[in-house]
């Protein structure tokens, strides 16, 4: 297919002239032109609106303006607002955005704002805003009182708590939306605009031309936005116009509306009013999508912009709140610290000080000294967190063209799903066969297709042997509810919540506004391992001791019983905040730990329980109630994922207490990385980190990011190097396995993996299969360029890299090739960029060289052998997978409740899944290694995809600590399917296989 823009549309298209923005893009004068036009490459997915026009046998599509780059990155209002107005202030809001929250979604702290939203909202739905408007003053004023009553005692009521505990109780909020509300009320001017009309409040704008975000309301198909501001701001106008461009490609609405709870004016000398209409021109279609281009080119780059040239005077960015409960509003003045831009004041030889900043007055990091390590440990972190998010778009965008059986297999989609039911926020889909693996983490971004392509981002929460369970956030489309429909899951790398979320805890840390960075200083080295036996009393004494303390498990022991023995040695009074791993833990922790009155759970994915027992919150607690539960309780329990998606700890102040907690315990600490550790240290005066540092842990796929410091968190550090110096600040504890296999200790004692083993005990059996691994042979990356001396033609040239090829530096690496001698690129000639070597394997002649003079497409194709993550995701064998079948179904049916199957390949995973589904064995679970996270099981199957003759040991079966997790897996017995020449290419597992105490098939 072929786009055409026309500098002066002939007479025969149906439009006068193209988009000057897009032509501005197409000729690419600007870096920054150049750069948006990088996003329009052969092979990249758009959408458009166009005319089509067929010659000749070629479509041609005629655009006149609207032509998106990457439609599957959703992108919401508030950052191409930033971006329009400052990159900065883009930053703040991408990372302000992180998350679902405690009380509603999307996050919204208690503020004037959100309860006028509320209230409005419920008024304007349930009809009654006519009658309120035309009350009494007294009545009015009543009846919102009562309105307010029910929310601070509902949604808000934990964000009340907060804000009591605080000491900032809420009487100026309260006046201030009665206030606001009895003006909104006053008389009937923004009931006119809802009387006897359709409206759906909270509209989820669907996903399919690339923006996101919810819509305050949507009135007989318009957008209207409330806002309770007593001016009119242009960001304002910014937001509806994004929305009205969604409504625009959407339903062809181009008008909405900005209503305000007080009568404001929108420019000088027009009426004050509450409704204030808006139409959508071209030229703010323009603007939108060429600020939503900037943002993507943002996010691929995150670099962060001085404040010089800047306009900065209506920024709430520019003075950093004082309020107790809002310092997330930081003063943008803090990046100048990421970037190092303090050369900001001069002073001459009269002792002036003059300077180009706009913010220099107040701001308050400017006579500071600058720690440079601790700057650039950060920015470290943050490249790391940039090169992760980019491997997995482009994982993204090497998967996109595959078919639907391959993305299906290796966990990328899945097809054909029914919605069932709605249970509170859950939409619970189901589908007539088996659901495969999904490369999903619970709290995951995923997009939920209807048939006629609308899309809708949705949060993984959790999915069975043949349903899965979606969150969404938004009112949908009424089409989405359709009987009969059916729906297609798609994971979404372009939204990485985790990711994004680490950036949100770096700038907590880094901003400041909390204590200084938690360190340790090590002594001395010892040539041994300074590992302390486990036993509670000890680390009860350490832990209060020390500032850290670390106790090395592993999963045939309880955490939840460690916890609850080491807290009941703690001196009282104390204050404890245990951080689980999962809702399971905490219910095992209240059911084991003998005072149950002395524990506070906070932990809330819906609303709370109607009658809660004395340990947690109900949904009948006052705000006061809850803020003397949270003020009396000593042990507070929470969950992992609860801490990443809200905020509520770090809001939390306890009155008269500097540090809210004495002592945090964290468990599978492993799994935390750098920041998170910081800032959960940062809540209590000494920690303890429990955990296994040999796990596997859910995989960072860049190999960049590995380097820069994702690879392996602190807790890991502490136990695998830091425990062979000698130290005061910190004890590290072992509690070993129980049992293992003597094959098997032996064979990992020898390892750097350190695995201390008491006793020795249990089987292995090995067993031996023939097959062929399935797998797509390439994958392919498109690049246009322009390539001299031209001979003019275009030609297509196929490279075929020889070597390991880091995806992620690939652009880069095309940039280069453009300064080659054309001459050089010819079948069968070999060129090396960047130190990788190319095999020429392909030069095509497609057509006349275009008049942009990019006279070559690139192509090339890499085995998927050099992709470690595609080969993770796409690796299966179809004869292994059946053995594992067998085995399962010869199994003693007592046995098979025992046992589970473990592959590190998801389209293994998927496979063996489909195939227990077929024969009625869904109960038996299929893992991937760091999903057998601290489940014990007695008996273990392992298929390692590694049938083939090729010999060579896969990613990620080359990382010890995969082979660890699968090894350690199984109390009793362990049973390995693979090929027995290829898994000796492996010591370890080489070791384990010839041991005379395994049983093997092959010998
Ligand atoms: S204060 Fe100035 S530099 Fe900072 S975000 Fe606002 S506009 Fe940008
Ligand atoms: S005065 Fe402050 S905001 Fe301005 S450049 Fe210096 S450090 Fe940055």
Known sequence: MKLALWEAPPSWIPYPETSE???????????????????????????????????????????????????????????????MSCPRKYYLEYIKNVGGNI??????????????HTILEAVACDGSLQTLSSCTFREKKDRIKKLLGEQFQGKYRMDAALHLLANTPLFDVEKDVINRLTSAFGDDELSSLFTDKTIRSEWGINQISGFSGIIDYLVDGHPVELKSAIRVSPDHILQLKVYLVTTHLEFGIDDGYLIYTTRTTASYGEEPSKIHPFTLTNDDIDQVIYARHQVLLQRNGIIFPDTLGRDCTDCRYQIESEHVLRKFWPACQYYCQTERHWNC?????????????????????????????????????????????????????????????????CGQQVNDLRLEIVEKDNFIFRSSESIPCLDCAIGDQVIVSTIDGLRYPGTYIRSGADSVVIQFSGILHNTFFETGATYTLTRDYNENRSMRSLLKVIDFIQRGIHRPIPTYSKGKISDKKNLIPYCPEDVAVALEKQPLSALQTTHQTSVVEQCSNIISLLTRPCRVLVVFRDSVEIKNFVQTYPVKHEILVIDREHNFEEGAQVFGISEKNTPEEIAEKIELSPIIVTRKGFLQTTK???????????????????????????????????????????????????????????NLGLGSGPFIQLVRYDTYFISDQFTVFSEPFATLPIQIASALDKTTLDVSVREYDGTVTFVQVDGIESGDENVQYFASMEIKPSDGMRYRIVLTPQNEVPLSRLDEMMDQLSLENFNHLKDGNRITIEEVPFLITGRYPLEKEPESGENAEILVEIPVRFSETLEELMYSNKTEAEVILRLIQNMDPKDRERCAVITPFISQSSLIRSLFYQNNLSDVPVLLPYQAGRISYDIVIVSFVCAGNERILRYPLTRPEVLYTILTSATEKLILVGSGDTLRQSRILGEIIDAPETKGCDK
């Open 345 to 409: 004041y001069e002073t001459d030889d009269q002792g002036c000080i003059t300077t180009e900043c706009p913010l220099l007055d107040g701001c308050p990091v400017r006579l500071q000294y600058f720690d440079i390590e601790k700057i650039d440990h950060f920015n470290r972190l943050r490249r790391a967190i940039m090169a992760e998010n980019e491997e997995q778009s482009r994982l993204a965008h090497l998967l996109r063209e595959k078919p639907k059986e391959i993305l299906q297999a």
């Open 21 to 83: 923005y897009l032509l501005r893009i197409v000729s690419g004068k600007e870096e920054e032109e150049k750069q948006i036009l990088r996003l329009f490459q052969s092979g990249e997915e758009v959408f458009f609106e166009g005319y089509l026009i067929c010659q000749n046998g070629i479509t041609w599509i005629n655009i006149e303006r609207i032509l998106i780059a990457s439609p599957d990155t959703a992108i919401g209002p508030r950052e191409i607002i930033g971006m």
């Open 648 to 706: 509520f700890f770090e809001l939390l102040h306890l009155p008269g207490r500097r540090i809210p907690f004495d002592y945090v315990i964290v468990t599978s600490a492993e799994e935390y990385h750098e920041p998170q550790l910081y800032s959960l240290r940062n809540l209590g005066t000494n920690t303890l980190l429990i955990g296994d540092a040999f796990h596997a842990c859910p995989p960072i796929r860049s190999s960049e990011a590995r």
């Open 103 to 116: 009380l509603k979604r999307p996050n919204k702290n208690i503020t004037r704002g959100n309860l006028v």
